[in-house]
């Protein structure tokens, strides 16, 4: 293989969880980004996503000799780290001379550790990509000095060097996504039939202290929104230009700002277009706008997540949730009132677990009744909150640090009896919906509920997590 003048091959780590792939295919926004961040740097960009394709490593390396790129890059969080850096590995393998670079939220905290293990990862860039991705290309087109490139780290005479942290992104409305690189027919909503699946992203960051989450350490607690109007003219260009007619809205949280929030929905609500909105939200949020509510769904948007996380004071508290633990439960009636999906998220495996607490939040997830609930084991990150956790993790693999299998032991509790505890959350609280979807009486939630439900439950995947006789993990 011999590397082309000036491409860059954005790749997925082919990492497979089991849970995201059972509802959808989903796109790799930040990849778009990164693509239109690298073709405005003069460098040819080519999106690879091997996730979506199912693909394996002779097929990406094949991929890559095809493409024969001078750069290779991808992106991971904790769980995906190891597939990204085998990317890289496997890039090295065809081409000693490729340069390759890794991004996302783990190697921005870990940049150390990834480099001192790994000699096959060249950059790593740290925080926001964009800028600091097309400054780095720049630099080096231009055989310039990585070491002037702010949010950069890298190996200099084998030791790791990061330079000072690169300013956040002021005017996201300026960045130009790739939409035009996009495979388009990769991308599909099951749950919605013949659905074209996109993402956006309205804003970035989060200024809350949830300690479990490391939204708020990667975008360092502050919040920055695009222009309503923006977002409402590329909602309609993805529809027109390229069919899509689902799309998740990626932000930690898009509602944050009320006015602006309702500006966007009035100007959705003005396109009229048959486009299908995604999105998670606050509790909070959704009682502030219970008498706007009306126009979320006319506006498009069909299901919405919560984090309720627990109805417990004490444990919210502990979790730096800072939610009102009547909220959740009264959020979800709204919802509910409006004919939009709702999903929920809780969280176990604490410290001081017990079957008769998992069981207690499984009761609550029953008497909240969203139409869908995760329980969600927690996972402390390598590089974040809750350090006083640390003594109890037991599991060091990060490909299983994505919240469904457990990786801290419970004092009072195994892995393996977390896990079973957490897989019987899920089996006594989907049996007991079946019956209530197929006697709705809204048609699309009726449809949509039904649909979901069947996928999960044929999934391989779940079957073999949630078979009773099974080994637990």
Not at 197 to 206: D, E, L
Not at 303 to 331: V, Y
């Amino acid at each position: 293989m011999s590397a082309a003048n000036n491409k860059i091959l954005l790749v997925t780590p082919p990492y497979h969880s089991g849970i995201p792939e059972i509802s959808g295919r989903w796109l790799p926004l930040g990849l778009v980004y990164l693509a239109g961040a690298a073709r405005e740097a003069g460098v040819e960009a080519e999106i690879y996503d091997a996730m979506a394709t199912g693909d394996g490593y002779p097929e990406i390396e094949r991929r890559i000799a095809e493409a024969a790129p001078r750069y290779v890059a991808t992106g991971a969080m904790t769980a995906t780290v190891g597939d990204a850096i085998r990317v890289l590995e496997s890039a090295k393998a065809l081409d000693p001379a490729v340069i390759t670079i890794l991004g996302g939220i783990h190697p921005s905290f870990m940049h150390p550790e990834i480099l001192g293990s790994s000699a096959a990862v060249d950059y790593i860039v740290v925080g926001e990509g964009e800028q600091t991705l097309a400054t780095l290309l720049k630099t080096l087109e231009e055989g310039g000095d990585p070491a002037g490139v702010p949010g950069v780290a890298y190996r200099e005479g084998g030791e790791a060097k990061a330079t000072p942290p690169a300013p956040l992104i002021e005017d996201l409305d300026a960045l130009a996504p790739a939409w035009d690189l996009v495979d388009w027919s990769l991308y599909s909503y099951f749950v919605i039939p013949d659905s074209r699946f996109a993402a956006i992203g309205t804003s970035r960051g989060c200024s809350h202290d949830c300690a479990f989450c490391s939204q708020q350490q990667f975008w360092r607690k502050a919040w920055r929104a695009r222009e309503p109007v923006k977002v409402a003219q590329e909602v309609a260009l993805l529809h027109r230009r390229y069919g899509v007619n689902a799309i998740l809205i990626t932000d930690e949280h898009p509602t944050r700002d009320a006015a602006r929030w309702e500006r966007l929905l009035d100007l959705l609500i003005e396109q009229a277009l048959p486009v299908h909105l995604i999105l998670e939200t606050r509790a909070e949020d959704v009682l502030r706008d219970r008498d706007i509510f009306w126009k979320y769904a006319k506006a498009g948007v069909v299901h919405i997540s919560l984090g309720i996380e627990s109805a417990d004071r004490q444990m919210l508290e502990r979790l730096g949730k800072e939610q009102q633990t009547d909220a959740a439960a009264e959020a979800l009636s709204v919802i509910h009132a409006h004919g939009i999906v709702s999903e929920a998220s809780f969280i176990v495996g604490f410290p001081d677990e017990t079957p008769e607490s998992v069981r207690a939040t499984l009761k609550t997830a029953q008497r909240y009744n969203p139409d869908n609930a995760n329980f969600f084991a927690l996972t402390p990150w390598p590089y974040g909150g809750m350090p006083e956790l640390a003594p109890l993790i037991r599991e060091k693999d990060y490909a299983r640090y994505n919240f469904i299998d457990p990786v801290l032991e419970p004092e009072f509790m195994s892995l393996k009896e977390l896990q079973a505890a957490i897989n019987d959350c899920y089996r006594r609280f989907y049996m007991g919906k079946m019956l209530e979807f197929m006697t709705m009486k809204d048609t699309f939630r009726r449809g949509y509920l039904v649909r979901a439900t069947k996928l999960l439950m044929s999934s391989s995947f779940v079957i073999g997590k949630l078979n009773p006789w099974g080994s637990g993990r």
